[in-house]
């Protein structure tokens, strides 16, 4: 059996679900494209690292 879980602030819910992982495999498409996960994960972190210094510069 899968379930699919989720939480809001309050509670954490789990729900049966009807499909599997083989059913679901296959169901996303890939981007045809390689993808550099390393620059992704730097990209991320440069992008994350710029809102902390915003938030602490008030801007």
Same mark, same amino acid.
Do not use: H, N
């Given at each position: 059996? =899968?379930?699919?879980?989720? #939480?809001?602030?309050?509670?954490? *819910?789990?729900? +049966?679900? =009807? /499909?599997?992982?083989?059913?679901? /495999? %296959? =169901?996303?498409? +890939?981007? %045809?494209? +390689? ?5 992704? =994960?730097?990209? #991320? *972190?440069? #992008?994350? #690292? ?7 510069? %008030?801007?």
């Amino acid at each position: 059996m =899968s379930i699919a879980a989720w #939480a809001t602030r309050r509670e954490v *819910r789990l729900r +049966p679900v =009807s /499909y599997s992982l083989e059913s679901a /495999y %296959g =169901s996303v498409e +890939p981007t %045809g494209e +390689p993808q550099d996960f390393d620059e992704l =994960s730097r990209s #991320a *972190r440069d #992008a994350r #690292a710029e809102r902390s210094l915003q938030k602490m510069s %008030g801007t």
